[in-house]
């Protein structure tokens, strides 16, 4: 059931906004070089999609925040399991974790940059570091969640520990994980298109500040909307995939009640 | 117990240390050039250099000023529209459609459009902050504000309350909790966005420092900066813990987790 009336209620302020910017601007209110106006955005997206610049730079923007997603995610889960299975390691890593974990991810943009050079290096470089930390977070504490009684049955069929992680704290921990890998998922996207921004020639970052810098704001509104189109998508995806891989999960839970 | 909870602090302590000796053994073997990978020792001699000559403070109160400018005027705007928005059914069937478009969009994304309508200066930074830094609140206060108890809400039409005192006294207390905690979120994102922008802008300031440090190969410079950052989020992120500590003391400790 579609609920017509919130669908329409929605539509009123985004097109209100376009509506109003368009006519000022055509009415010469509105300054053209910085500005644009929404009929020349619309036709830089269709022309940058055409010619392939604009996907070309999405591949860019994604492989940087893919990979450096999956370096993260796979040493943070790890990390985040041994540290939920042993309190007294997480105690003694509390205060560098603690001390690590605040500075800011852009922080170490210039540091990357120094040590990489600019590239796609560099910047998977500075994801992994903003990716890593949430991700360890949500997983030890998603461990620490597990009920014992499940730890005490693995020790009784006298499990080796890495059996055990396998088969009874992965799956048990799986929907903490899932949360953890879809925030950074999120976060590797904003980080990867502020490093574009701030130094590094890559991807749709880079190409925004071009266009901005040869005032071509009609071609930089174009990649701002886009960027917003596929940060969407990439949550809806995500949300989706999150939901189907982990059926099984909730249905064996509800099977238990 | 207590001497247990010593020990405890003590060997995290004492990590900590290590990860830091560590550091120096790797600096002093020489197996990274010192142009990127300076020493700890050399780290905190420029870090405490620059407490003496000063540079680091006018560095750090220009950041912290515009960081708290930007933060700032995003609080105040997000609590008041986020409390108009989240008290009426209509005005969220009008906005949130948009806002959730808005949500996922990376802050800095608006970098380059704020540099071609503002220009290189310091009040486009501070004006990128408060809009980037604006979601995490608006978004936490629509939340907040219809997500009060409805029995209050009955209360309230039993004390034949008027509609700005039902807001003030029953729904502001009780979206508390989600306007702090966005609040606090949104200090983090005015950080970054205030090293990002004066990276990209060269307006004097940490994030300048870092990127400037970088480009002339003087690494000791760059990881005293990282470090000074790192010190700056941590502090600022526990002030905003103590705060909602105090101001939430009347509440009942949230039962569950």
Known sequence: MIDWRRLGRGLVLPILFLALWELLRAAGVLPYETLSQPSLIARATLSALADGT?????????????????IAGAVAVLAGVLLGLFPPLARMTSLSVEALRPIPSVALIPLSLLVFGFGLRMEVAVVVFAVFWPVLIVTSSGVRGIEPNLLEVGRALKLSVARRIWKLVLPAALPSIAVGLRLGAGIAIVVAVTVEIATNPWGLGYGMINASQSLRADLMFAQLLWIGVVGWGLNVALLRIERRWLAWFWSAREAAR | MNARRLWWSASSVLFALALIGLWQALADAR?????????PARTFAVLSDQMQTGTLWSALGETCWRMLAGWFTASLLGVGLGAVIGLSPTARDFFEPTLEFMRPLPASAILPAAVLLLGLTSQMI????????????LLNTIHGFRAVEPRLVEVARMLHLSRVERSVKIALPSALPDILAGVRVSLAISLILAVVAEMLSSQPGLGHNILVAARAFRSADLYAGVIVLGVLGYLTNAALERAETYWLRWRPAPSGE
Do not use: K
Request: aromatic share 18%.
């Open chain 1, 54 to 70: 604009l996907l070309y730079a999405t591949w860019q923007t994604l492989e940087a925040a893919t990979l450096g997603w999956a």
């Open chain 2, 126 to 137: 501070i004006a990128v902050i408060a809009f980037g830094a604006i979601w995490p609140v």
């Open chain 2, 31 to 39: 197996i990274v050039s010192p142009a990127y990978f300076p020493s």
